[in-house]
């Protein structure tokens, strides 16, 4: 059951040459999603052979360019590759309007159903729930209105315990079932205790995503104790002070979230163009919090399972 | 005085890994023109090593996707870098709408003028005239209206002789200015004739730029005799029947195109991502005009300057 964080972008404003920008996709048990989705977003699906068309759902943050304008882009591709199967963006208000009008001067029709879903960018709103995910958004504090999300894998099923299955087998096949969803079962005046015949479930994994935003107590309660939190570090220690002027973060105050947070595994990213390497930002978040890595691209975070 | 065309991508629809979408640079006497701007280009740009303040004038043939939605991420990239010099964009009509309707959910005013001019989709029409270039735009035949685009260098100045030079010190200096205006000089009752003074200019360079179009008559008056002419070829032979439902070309039809048209050079490019290379391209055009070339990523192509 895969929970992976793959980074395509994480270039802040404009990308270069090579690095481009706002792009990431989670593959959570094989279901991909989007987040953010900058300049040549599909050209980096395309070069880390992400599967594009085992995409459902895309996640936009808020309305600045370097976030989105990959988009338009890639629901071009899906029309060419004659996708059929609906696809889902969660965005602010606006970003429909932007698509649409694109489609319409193009004189074009997408070939699959595109469901824009609105936003809410003032409290902390559940956006997806599948039958083994939930999926939070919460808002951050940007120059525009921007959300953060959070997702979080449903209580996994208890195991049966394969050193007492053999005591089942004579039971109708429904035991299982049953058992596994921590109830126990009775048959002929028998009770099998669920305890006794499972073991308990993996942990449900949790991570967060924020990108663009002051470093801000606002957000700290919605992404608590998460397994994995991707936040954005734009500068280092030598331009803190831009970060009130730009309504982004430096790589210390990323750390110090993490901290606060008392999260597991700190990924920083969304990287200012000013400078040649990333390694002051590494060096200075791990100075608070050692759990830290750069978001580069290409690179793949795995979240694996744990037992309670 | 250059007079040199630049490939940014020349990948027809979709982009891969690493072939970007339409996106072309011209550079006639170190103005650039920006002609289309598919998803990347501005990295291209970068990548290339293009100034990109120096580009004042973006043309865009047609609102399809990919030869335009790499505008938005270069028109907020200038803002990044604080531009104050207006920017011309030449476009049908609806590229104005799209972008400014980015912008306003950005929540952002350009730093710089942009000035939106509205192409003539139905007939030739002068668009651009600066002291030294005129560029003209004519509609070619595609599924939505698109327009080529003529670039003419205007008349040089004649030369000086410099082996008669110094008959003409003694005179005022006016003199240099109206005879290489091709004008007769007096002075002191003595006539100083241009014919023999001066020698004929270089012969002014034309460049034409057809994308997106079936084959067609209509639009071969208005690149005849060109020095240099790019012409989309997206399919090879194998996929000609793909053209009329499409609106593109062969590589064969661009030469034949070349051939009628009676260029000097041709570039083919445009390609559809179902072929691995372009060879075949290369080959069958070569078949019917030995001149042509790939219009490959990162190539330059430069019109010398000639005598009369």
Redesign the interface.
Known sequence: MNFEFIILGSSS??????L??SAYVLNIHNNYILLDCG??A???L??YGIPIMKINHILITH????HF??L??LL??YN??KRDKPIHIYA?K??E??IQ??F????KVASYPIYFHELNMNQNTKVIETPTLEVYSFPVNH??ECNGFLFREKAHLRNINPELVSELKHLPNEVYQILKRSKDYEFENRIYEYEKYTLPPPKSRTFAFVTDTLKDNLYIKHIQGVDMLFHEATFTDEHEELTTETFHSTARQAAEIGQEAQVKKLIIGHFSTRYKDFETHLKEAREIFPNTFLAEQGKRFEIQTAQV
């Open positions: 404003g404009r990308p270069t040459a090579d481009y920008q300049e040549g599909q050209m980096q395309f070069k309305l600045h360019a370097d304008i990959g338009i882009g071009n591709t060419l590759l602010p606006g970003l309007e932007i009008v694109q319409k001067h193009a004189g120059r525009i």
